[in-house]
């Protein structure tokens, strides 16, 4: 791994938080874009272990919503189905949303004839991080389809945790949801 000390790997920590680009980032710390990324990434896993462990813990609440939408590689998310489209849904849990992935294949049959307007149908949660998530994955200019979980699972992060110092939290939460990170940092100075 590459030798970033702690204080750098802080700076590139806010600028995750800061919603910074990692060309922005690697401009802005003067590192190489590729270790930004590699650490972009090993923060995104984490996120979404820590969202995914969130999720499970709510699962049994009574006042879920799930509302489908679509991911095309080349024109992102959508409400409509398009037959190259991966599916996933927000599932609205209390005041937070979370998003999941369709594993079965056959279920996405059932659902070919979605409505565009179908999340008003499920209320303003699911519809306001429909909006958000499309608003925020135009900055990226287009995502690695291996990457769209993990860039779904950091907006679901950032929108449930608007209110509170994201920097703070994705400080804390590292360690307890990357083995990776874990063995990057060990001997940090």
Not at 111 to 129: E, H, M, R, V
Not at 139 to 154: D, I, P, S
Request: proline letters at 2%; charged letters at 25%.
């Amino acid at each position: 791994m590459n030798g970033l000390s702690k204080y750098y790997i802080k700076k590139l920590i806010t600028c995750f938080a800061d919603e910074m680009t990692a060309t922005e980032t690697a401009r802005k710390l003067k590192v190489n874009r590729n270790t930004v990324n590699k650490y972009f990434r090993i923060i995104r896993e984490a996120i979404a272990d820590y969202q995914q462990l969130q999720v499970s813990m709510q699962l049994h609440s009574s006042n879920k919503q799930i509302v489908p939408f679509y991911w095309h590689k080349s024109t992102g998310i959508s409400m409509l189905n398009d037959s190259e489209s991966a599916i996933f849904y927000i599932v609205t849990i209390n005041k937070n949303a979370y998003v999941e992935q369709e594993q079965d294949a056959h279920k996405n049959e059932s659902l070919l004839g979605i409505n565009p307007q179908i999340a008003t149908k499920y209320g303003d949660l699911a519809q306001s991080f429909f909006i958000y998530t499309k608003d925020k994955l135009t900055k990226f200019y287009g995502v690695k389809e291996e990457y769209t979980y993990l860039y779904l699972k950091e907006l679901e992060f950032r929108f449930n945790n608007r209110e509170k110092e994201i920097a703070k939290l994705i400080w804390r939460i590292l360690p307890h949801h990357s083995a990776e990170w874990v063995k990057t940092t060990r001997f940090r100075k």
